[in-house]
């Protein structure tokens, strides 16, 4: 009896310190599905109790960083169930093997495509909600863990400020993998069982659990500046999650309850503007969503309708004003052109009367872009009549010598008599619209400004017919010309090449070589009816200024 107990003591002190070997080609077998596992994971389960912790992790995560690329799902969810007890069992040495565990699972994890819609989450294909729900169970003792030592004592020792700094990069990583990518939307997944929604309420109630305090992260992080030793180890990648942290909060509303209600709506939309042109400077529709989100919650959050002229001045607010223009205007996407637009709208209604003026004449001067001045000018027009509605002294922006300071600037051709009339259609039309609008109000009133008024409508409008002139000319010679070429030469050029008839001309910056002919004469068209709506406008603005003699 004794010889056979000493038998199985070597037999278990084998397995013991041999054991971990079989790991792999155990898990291999497993993953083939070929036939029933449970004898497998059974062996699994009982090396992982007793073989050497450290040898075991090293096994284990090998086999994280193998991952079938085809069944990474598959493989990490099996894995993470193996890897959590074997990580229990370490002593000091946990916080950084732990964090060896949750890079290697991370790394794999953002291999998985996100799902674009709400169908394609239920359907899981790829896997990535069962990884992410996986991913909280993994993690859930060791957040239980640090909770526990933080009531019981609130000196953190320094095993637990290691335990706490890991579990911390872990939520870090997952809000910019997979969440900044993931498409959430509180009305619909709230209701519904929906893992990325699940992830990250877990991920942002985490970040409190182990005293974490969201304003912390997000409010005075970006003004500590270079001083903060935290900022050395700090990325763009860490920049990036907390953007995704601040959509959650403020967009979704997700731990709202967990931040406190005490700092002013402009202090948030000043520390959210980095993390909004951070999310804006991105081509990623997911990540332009999100800053076009955020930047709308934040400027809801000025309730005053008012800006301080010192926040305008930043920095920072010319860089995301410029990112929201590039949107507007150059986004292949048509809705994140059309929300961009209207967040640009909400940002300029927030200002006030001076913030106002100095912002409609930095963009007018920077935009180079006809759209968005005629957007500055149609503003600028509501301004006016606003301020006429009013008796403040702030609205004074809009009025007399400052009124006409701003159209000194606005009421200009950017290139002077060559200026581009069809490619500045919408700026030219909103800018005689404007004209017409200030001459016919100022007329019979005396303001102090009709002279000055009338002087700068002349100077304009005697810009503008050149440019008229020129224009009409060159598209009417063009349009004869096409239809000569069109009688002329149509069958030649039918039966040497089997092409339409082309033509070199260039409208909008873009060139109409190789446009089909009736294209073209569509174009020149449009161009000449333009040009005459453009002239009807010119007419009646010289006959107000002939009714000043």
């Known amino acids: 009896m004794m010889y056979l107990k000493s038998g199985l003591f070597c037999i278990q002190d084998i397995v013991k310190s041999m054991g971990s070997g079989l790991i792999r080609p155990l898990i291999k077998e497993v993953m083939r599905k070929e036939r029933d596992s449970v004898h497998c994971h059974a062996v699994i389960t009982h090396l992982v109790q007793i073989c050497d912790a450290d040898e075991l992790l090293d096994v284990l995560l090998k086999q994280v960083e193998e991952s079938d690329p085809v069944a990474i799902a598959d493989t990490i969810t099996l894995l993470m169930q193996h890897i959590q007890p074997v990580l229990m069992r370490l002593g000091e040495s946990k916080p950084a093997l732990m964090s060896l565990a949750l890079d290697a699972l991370h790394k794999q994890v953002s291999k998985l495509p996100v799902p674009y819609t709400h169908k394609q989450e239920e359907e899981d294909v790829h896997g990535l909600g069962r990884c992410c729900t996986a991913l909280l169970t993994f993690v859930q003792p060791f957040v239980q863990e640090v909770k526990s030592q933080d009531a019981k004592s609130p000196v953190a020792s320094t095993y637990h400020v290691r335990m706490r700094t890991v579990l911390h990069k872990f939520c870090m990583e997952s809000l910019r993998e997979p969440l900044l990518e993931a498409q959430l939307d509180r009305e619909t997944h709230k209701s519904q069982n929906s893992p990325l929604w699940n992830f990250a309420t877990e991920i942002m109630t985490t970040l409190s659990a182990i005293q974490e305090p969201l304003p912390n992260l997000l409010l005075y992080y970006p003004l500590r500046g270079k001083e903060d030793k935290r900022v050395v180890q700090d990325d763009s990648h860490l920049h990036e999650s907390r953007a995704c942290l601040a959509y959650l909060l403020f967009v979704q509303l ?25 999310l804006l400077g991105r081509k990623d529709e997911p990540w332009i969503l999100k800053g076009l989100d955020l930047y709308v919650k934040s400027l809801e959050r000025v309730l005053d309708n008012s800006l301080p002229v010192k926040l305008l001045e930043l920095k920072i607010f010319h860089t995301v004003t410029q990112n929201l223009i590039q949107i507007m205007t150059d986004c292949p996407i048509q809705h994140l052109r059309v929300k961009a637009l209207v967040v640009f709208q909400l940002f300029t209604e927030k200002l006030n009367w001076e913030a106002k003026h ?34 403040g002294q702030m609205d004074s922006w809009f009025k007399g010598t400052l009124l006409l300071v701003l159209l000194r600037d606005t009421l200009s051709l950017p290139q002077g008599p060559e200026t581009d009339l069809l490619h500045g259609m919408d700026r ?102 333009t040009y005459d709506l ?16």
């Not at 731990?255 to 980095?274: D, T, Y």
């Not at 006809?370 to 509605?389: D, F, H, M, P, R």
């Not at 109000?441 to 005396?446: D, G, L, P, T």
């Not at 096409?482 to 339409?500: F, I, M, P, W």
Request: glycine share 2%.
């Open 428 to 529: 030219v039309m909103v800018s005689l619209n404007l004209l017409r609008y200030l001459l016919i109000r100022e007329r019979n009133k005396s303001t102090g400004i009709w002279t000055d008024l009338c002087d700068i409508a002349e100077s304009y409008i005697k810009i503008l017919r050149v440019c008229l002139t020129i224009s009409k000319s060159y598209y009417g010679s063009e349009l004869k010309r096409l239809h000569e070429d069109k009688k002329v030469k149509v069958r030649e050029l039918k039966e040497a090449s089997g092409k339409k008839s082309v033509q070199h001309m260039i409208v909008k910056n873009k060139a109409l070589c190789g446009m089909p002919s009736e294209a073209q004469e569509k174009v020149l068209e449009c161009a000449l009816v």
């Open 358 to 391: 100095k912002f409609y004449r930095c963009i007018m001067k920077t935009s180079q872009h006809a759209g968005v001045e005629s957007v500055i000018l149609t503003n600028i027009k509501n301004q006016v009549e606003n301020s006429n509605k009013s008796d």
């Open 534 to 549: 453009m002239e009807s406008l010119v007419i009646r603005i010289e006959e107000i200024l002939e009714e000043r003699v």
């Open 254 to 278: 997700i731990a709202i309850e967990l931040f406190p209600a005490v700092f002013s709506p402009v202090f948030i939309l000043q520390c959210n503007m980095e993390y909004i042109n951070i």
